[in-house]
C-alpha cells in the first residue's frame, strides 16, 4: 500500500531523512521506534504533505505522491493523528469529531467511532479541553477515523499518558488494526508500540538499521538494550 524508497529530507540545511527505505502492506499495523530526534514525526509529515521530501519516493497504492499537496494526499486517505492531540478545546467533543469527516469531505460516520469509544460518546456535548489526555487522544484518533482513512499515520499516541492509559490506548488501535485500518505507528514506548504490531522498523539518525516481524524485533538483543530497558 505504501512503498517508501530512499527518501530523503532536511531542514535547512539539516538532514532528518538520509534514505529511508520502508514499506506498509494494506491491513498490517507497522510499529516504527527510535530515540527522540531519530526522525520518526519527521518521516510522518513527509508521507503526509507537510513537509518537503529533497529526494527519493513515496508510492500509495500504486499511486507515486511526490507532486500531491497534503490537501490531496488526504483525500486518497492518508490522514495523520499529530503529536499532542491537538483538539480544539472549546469546542465539544462531537464538533471536533466532525471536523474530522469535513477535511476530508466524507459522509460523517460518527456512529462507528462512537462504538469504538464509548468514552466520547458519553461526553459528545462537553468541551474537548475538559477530557483527561488519554480521552483526548482517543478524540485525535476519532476526528481522524471520521475521514475514513486508507492509512492512519500515529504520531506518539502514548505521550504524557499513565501507564494505565498506555495500555488502553494501544488495546484501541489493535482493535483498530483487527476492523482492517492499516496504520502506522510512531511511538518511543517500543514494547507497546511492538507488542501490537505486525511487523516495525527501529530509525537511528534519519536512517532504518533494522526491520522485521514486531516479535522478532522485540526479541532481538540490540532492540533489548537500547529501547526496551533490559540488560
Ligand atoms: P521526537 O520523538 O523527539 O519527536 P523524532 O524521532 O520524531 O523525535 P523528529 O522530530 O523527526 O524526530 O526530528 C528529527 C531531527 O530533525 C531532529 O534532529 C530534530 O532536532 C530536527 N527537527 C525536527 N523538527 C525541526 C524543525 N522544525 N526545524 C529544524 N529541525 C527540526
Redesign the pocket.
Known sequence: MLEISKLSSC??R?P?LAGVSLDVRSGELVALV?A????????LRTISGVQPASGGSIRFEGQDLARLPARARAQLGIVQVP?GRQVFGPMSVEDNLRLGAFARGSDTHLDPVLELFPVLAEKRREAAGNLSGGQQQMLAIGRALMARPRLLLLD?PSMGLAPRLVAEIFARIAALRRLGTTILL?D?NARAALGIADRGYV?ET?RIVLGGGARDLLRNPQVQRAYLGTC
Open positions: 531542514y535547512g539539516i532528518a527510535g527522540n530526534g531519530a526522525g520518526k514525526t519527521t518521516l503529536e506518539e510512531v518511543q530509525m534519519g
